[in-house]
């Protein structure tokens, strides 16, 4: 099991340019969420998946989309970076109901 | 929606003291309290969780103890070691258990 997989580890962005990050699991995992990580502030929830064809908003959604179109995979997509997006972005998957699994984090700088 | 407040936001001890790290929860919904170590550099991962038909929960040096009546749940680390010097996030899941909602995150510091 690979478990939780984010690409790309890295990116720099220029404001207003658009970018997706991608978060893949194997390991059938109903929920899925995107977090983003600024200092003093936790972890923050950006969107979450309950299952295939079902999002919600977190407490920061304002700025990013989300789809979840297989129980695999659940993209994040920037559509008009800005500097406040600026973080680091971990995607986090679980059953329904316990433990929450990350990924390696993606760190995202907007320019 | 669910709010989760961590205290202190930075704690030092020696080493062999102990640390405790505390929570507060608004939603009284909330079932499933866990605890995420995150070390610099790398992603959290889970040491202890409490669910809410529990008051206290220990695993070796780590326990956590649940308070619902006051929505509060805390973190207590014995005999601590440098290798416990770590950001600690505590977390809730709200109604229906489908959002977890973290606290702020106390770093730890260990002084050997």
């Known amino acids: 099991n690979a478990g939780v997989t984010q690409t790309p580890k890295f990116q720099v962005l220029k404001t207003g340019q658009s970018m997706t990050l991608q978060c893949a699991q194997d390991?059938?995992?109903?929920?899925m969420s995107w977090y983003r990580q600024d200092p003093g502030m936790g972890l923050r929830l950006i969107h979450y998946s309950v299952g295939a064809g079902i999002t919600d908003q977190g407490e920061v959604p304002n700025g990013y989309n989300v789809s979840r179109s297989t129980t695999e995979d659940f993209p994040l997509r920037l559509l008009s970076a800005a500097p406040s997006q600026t973080s680091v972005y971990f995607c986090?998957?679980?059953?329904?109901?316990?433990?929450?699994?990350f990924g390696e984090g993606s760190r995202l700088t907007v320019l | 929606g669910e709010n989760v407040e961590q205290h202190p936001s930075t704690l030092s001890v020696q080493e062999g003291d102990s640390a405790v790290i505390k929570c507060t929860y608004s939603?009284?919904?909330?079932?499933?309290f866990p605890w995420y170590k995150q070390e610099l550099g790398k992603r959290p991962q889970l040491i202890i969780d409490i669910r809410s038909n529990v008051g206290e929960k220990k695993d070796q040096r780590i326990a956590v103890t649940l308070n619902k009546t006051a929505k509060h749940f805390s973190l207590h680390i014995t005999e601590t070691q440098p290798e416990d010097s770590a950001v600690y996030f505590c977390a809730a899941s709200g109604t229906g258990g489908f959002k977890t909602i973290f606290g702020a995150g106390t770093r730890l510091f260990v002084k050997a």
């Open positions: 390991m059938n995992h109903e929920y």
């Open positions: 939603d009284s919904a909330s079932n499933y």
């Open positions: 986090a998957s679980r059953y329904s109901t316990g433990e929450l699994f």
